[in-house]
Each structure stands twice: as C-alpha cells, then as structure tokens.
C-alpha cells in the first residue's frame, strides 16, 4: 500500500465551485504539505504544517485553504475555483528534509 | 524567495550515453536533494546530499554537494529507456527553517531507445 495518497487522482470543477482534495499519510510524519506543479515552473509551495496545530502559508497560498484534520490528514480547499488553478497538486510528508510524495491531483478547472 | 537555478531545462539523448544535469543556487544550502518524476507520479527521491563535496552514488546515478555549497550536480551514466522523466533538484538553505525546501524547475529527459 501506497505510504501517502491522495483523493481524487483527477478532478474536473467548473469556475466559481468549491473542491477539496485530500492527502493521508500512514508514514506517521509529522509534517506534510501541498505543492502545485505547472510545466515548466516546477513545484511551487502552497500550504504546509507541521503538525495539527501549525499551519503556515506557502508562497502561492492567495485562493487556496487547507486543513489539518489529524496527523495522517492534510486536505487542500479551493474555495472559488478559477482556470488558472488548473495543475497537478501535489502532497508530501517528511520527518527530517527529506520529503515524500504522493501520486498527485490532476485537477482541470474549467 | 528563494531560487534554484536548474539546467538544462530539458536533455533529448540517445541510449547509451551519459547524462549530465546542475543546480545551483545563490545562497549557500545545508542539503541537497535529487528527486526524479515519472510520467503520471509523483516524485520520488533518488539521492541526498548532506556534506560540502560530498560525492553519493545510487546504481547508474552519481550526484556531488559542490565545495562551495551553492551547487549539485546529477550524472547518469548509460542511460536507459526508463530514465526517461522529470529529474528535480532540490535543497534547503542555511538560513532555511523547519525543513521547508526548495525546487528546481526540473530537467525533462528523453532517452531515444
């Protein structure tokens, strides 16, 4: 079984809707984040806490929220979906620096 | 923020060959990291670099921390079809916090069988 995953794998919202997608983690790190990739830019962070009680912006957090459920759960919200939101979101968990991936949102907005 | 200049940005090579990619930063970074994405997943990481001219290998791939720390290089020797991907640098600086890292923008490889 895959140590982090994410919900949906691929989504397609209409502009103005509201999404959440979801991240667990059973590698029982404390830290976990939400990166979004967009060819050509690499990764860009956008949310990430370091444990349930700690939640810190990003530098692309502008239309997007999240939350920290428990320490095996970090979802991503898009309150007001726009076009240029259309990427692959990613989330990751560490313990040390070294960060671990799940397999990715692929997320159009139309 | 924080930059990392990663090049080239993409490599179209014939099987066979050696592979050479770098990062390098304007700030002097603790680690480095190489990550390497296949199409349709997520990255994974292939090799960390903790030390100043520390030099890691893992199978085919051979990466260094540069003396000065502000750089990492990559090489893959005899390139195969599956190393075909997106091949990531990235690292956390000195002044870097809480284990928050940086990314290059990525090396696309293309690896003609």
């Known amino acids: 079984d895959a140590d982090v995953t994410q919900t949906p794998r691929n989504r397609i919202t209409k502009t103005g809707k509201r999404i959440m997608l979801e991240c667990s983690q059973t590698?029982?790190?404390?830290?976990m984040y939400w990166y979004r990739q967009d060819p050509g830019l690499g990764l860009r962070l956008i949310y990430y806490?370091?444990?349930?009680?700690?939640?810190n912006k990003g530098e692309i957090s502008d239309g997007y929220s999240v939350s920290r459920q428990a320490q095996a759960k970090f979802s991503l919200s898009l309150e007001s979906a726009i076009p240029n939101q259309t990427a692959l979101y990613f989330c990751?968990?560490?313990?040390?620096?070294?960060?671990?991936f799940g397999p990715g949102t692929r997320l159009l907005v139309l | 923020g924080q930059q990392l200049n990663q090049s080239p940005q993409s490599m179209f090579i014939q099987e066979g060959e050696d592979v050479s990619m770098n990062c390098t930063s304007s700030s002097i970074f603790n680690t480095w990291l190489w990550y390497k994405q296949d199409p349709g997943e997520g990255p994974v990481l292939l090799i960390a670099?903790?030390?100043?001219?520390e030099l890691t290998s893992n199978g085919r791939l051979t990466a260094q921390f540069g003396i000065t720390r502000k750089d990492s290089f990559l090489n893959i020797s005899a390139s195969i079809p599956s190393d075909v991907g997106i091949y990531f640098c990235?690292?956390?600086?000195?002044?870097?916090?809480?284990?928050?890292?940086?990314f290059g923008k990525g090396t696309l490889l293309t690896v003609n069988p």
């Open positions: 670099l903790y030390k100043a001219g």
């Open positions: 990751a968990t560490s313990w040390g620096e070294t960060q671990y």
């Open positions: 990235a690292g956390r600086d000195s002044g870097g916090s809480n284990y928050k890292l940086t």
């Open positions: 590698k029982g790190h404390d830290r």
């Open positions: 806490s370091f444990d349930v009680k700690d939640i």
